[in-house]
């Protein structure tokens, strides 16, 4: 399997927990197409996901980046962990 689908699997699992333990429901479908503000976790939420996947996987390529960039879909938010994750 290759990083790029390693991270998503990790990322899409965590999302679902995150999302159960705020919203004690099942998790909205998302493509890597999905709009992050349209997934129906709020900056909290994503705050939630971003420090349980630094734990999980060791780093937080936000907190990495010398430059602020902000993921605007799901894509977007694997791609940076992926490019992180090749760093490593």
Same mark, same amino acid.
């Given at each position: 399997m290759s990083t790029e689908a390693l991270v998503q !699997? &990790?990322? &899409?699992a +965590? #999302? !679902?927990? $995150?999302?159960?333990d705020d919203k004690e429901? /099942?998790?909205? %479908?998302?493509? &890597? /197409?999905? $709009? +992050? +503000? %349209?997934t129906g976790l709020d900056s909290?939420? @994503?705050a939630v996901l971003v420090t349980r996947l630094? %734990? /999980?996987?060791? @780093?937080?390529?936000f907190s990495e980046m010398e430059a602020a960039s902000y993921p605007r879909t799901f894509g !977007? #938010?694997?791609s940076a962990y992926t =490019?992180? =994750? =090749? &760093?490593q």
């Amino acid at each position: 399997m290759s990083t790029e689908a390693l991270v998503q !699997d &990790k990322i &899409k699992a +965590l #999302f !679902d927990e $995150v999302w159960r333990d705020d919203k004690e429901c /099942d998790p909205p %479908e998302i493509t &890597k /197409d999905t $709009v +992050l +503000l %349209e997934t129906g976790l709020d900056s909290m939420g @994503f705050a939630v996901l971003v420090t349980r996947l630094d %734990e /999980d996987l060791g @780093f937080d390529p936000f907190s990495e980046m010398e430059a602020a960039s902000y993921p605007r879909t799901f894509g !977007d #938010f694997i791609s940076a962990y992926t =490019a992180a =994750a =090749a &760093k490593q």
